[in-house]
DNA sequence: TAGAACATGGCTAGCTGCAG
DNA sequence: CTGCAGCTAGCCATGTTCTA
């Protein structure tokens, strides 16, 4: 499916100076220009202003920062890595060394330090390894930073549908209008509105202790989301949440587990009643659930009355008319 | 391995609510 | 009233995973 490369300018003449090509380790960062927000306006330019891709971005001046002077993205996009995926990282980067900068921008707040806008993984692992991080520094607004994050997770694909849900829920909490929202997560209208109404919809303590779960798809988030507005499934789904083996579980159980908690109990059905002959012989079960009845007949047991029954219907349902019409 | 089932993303149409 | 934004349902095409 093609992808809108709004992340084309990142790296273009338009946005706001401040950034050469040159290596700025060394230097105080340059506080971006003011950039509007939001509003018409800014949103246009922000997206407008976004038009060269990751890989352009990458080949820009890599320079090497103390992971310690660099702070956590204003938003979050990720729930919880999968097992194994930062052990292996770490390992990667302590043999290969760390092979794709990660895009920080000067810190808006506080002088002297930076914001990842994307990489926060390979910023904890080169934390961990105690070694400097390989950075591209660009001072961006945070309407850039969103769609920078948002697209940067677009191109390696590899957020769920709950976390795609969260982060749009996020950004909009933050008071991003829907087009930069759209364009960080690269869908359409439709596409935000059901992320969003899920993200709503789902206690974010729920959707936390349930993680990313990669294999549950839009349609069962969906689904989980709409059970969940019964309160008695909420309630069922919180008794589940407390069983001791819900954290042993791994994430994609843990869905399934909550998901079918969430689910209508099936109404029980009645037990079925024998009906026997004068002398105790167990003619026939009878059931009755949603408008229908059934009768079972053991055939061999009685000597073919179910045979002689079958044959006998029309007569007794005409005798059953002839009752009604009395 | 082929077909079925499922997941995903995109599109259209129709509806509602709101601001001008 | 009109236009716009947002939401939902339904449909379709495509890719992926499962199963016989």
Do not use: C
Request: aromatic residues 6%; proline residues 6%; charged residues 30%.
């Amino acid at each position: 499916m093609a992808r809108k490369n709004l992340l084309s300018g990142l790296t273009g003449g338009e946005l706001p100076a401040g950034n050469s090509t040159a290596p700025v380790a060394n230097e105080a960062p340059a506080r971006p220009a003011p950039v509007p927000h939001f509003g018409i306006g800014g949103t246009r330019g922000a997206i407008g202003a976004v038009s060269r891709s990751i890989e352009q971005l990458k080949a820009q001046a890599v320079v090497e920062l103390d992971p310690r002077s660099i702070d956590a993205s204003f938003i979050s996009d990720r729930l919880e890595a999968p097992d194994g995926t930062h052990e292996s990282l770490v390992a990667s980067m302590r043999d290969h060394g760390q092979q794709v900068p990660i895009l920080v921008r000067p810190h808006p707040e506080t002088e002297g330090r930076y914001q990842v806008v994307y990489g926060h993984r390979r910023l904890r692992a080169a934390a961990e390894l105690e070694r400097p991080v390989r950075a591209v520094v660009k001072p961006l607004n945070d309407e850039q930073v969103v769609v920078a994050q948002g697209q940067e997770n677009s191109e390696r694909t590899d957020l769920s549908f709950i976390e795609r849900a969260l982060f749009a829920a996020r950004l909009e909490e933050k008071g991003f209008g829907r087009e930069i929202i759209m364009a960080a997560l690269s869908v359409d209208k439709t596409g935000l509105s059901r992320l969003i109404s899920v993200a709503v919809k789902i206690p974010e303590d729920l959707i936390r202790a349930i993680g990313p779960a990669p294999k549950a798809g839009r349609d069962r988030w969906v689904e989980f989301a709409a059970r969940l507005e019964v309160p008695s499934a909420l309630d069922r789904v919180r008794a589940r949440l407390r069983e001791a083996s819900f954290s042993e579980r791994g994430t994609d159980e843990r869905f399934v587990w909550l998901f079918d908690a969430a689910a209508a109990p099936k109404p029980k059905r009645a037990r079925p009643v024998v009906l026997k002959a004068a002398d105790g012989t167990k003619l026939a079960k009878l059931s009755s659930e949603a408008g229908r009845t059934t009768l079972i007949v053991d055939d061999e047991g009685t000597a073919g009355f179910g045979t002689y029954l079958a044959a006998t219907i029309p007569e007794l349902y005409a005798a059953f008319k002839r009752r009604d019409e009395a």
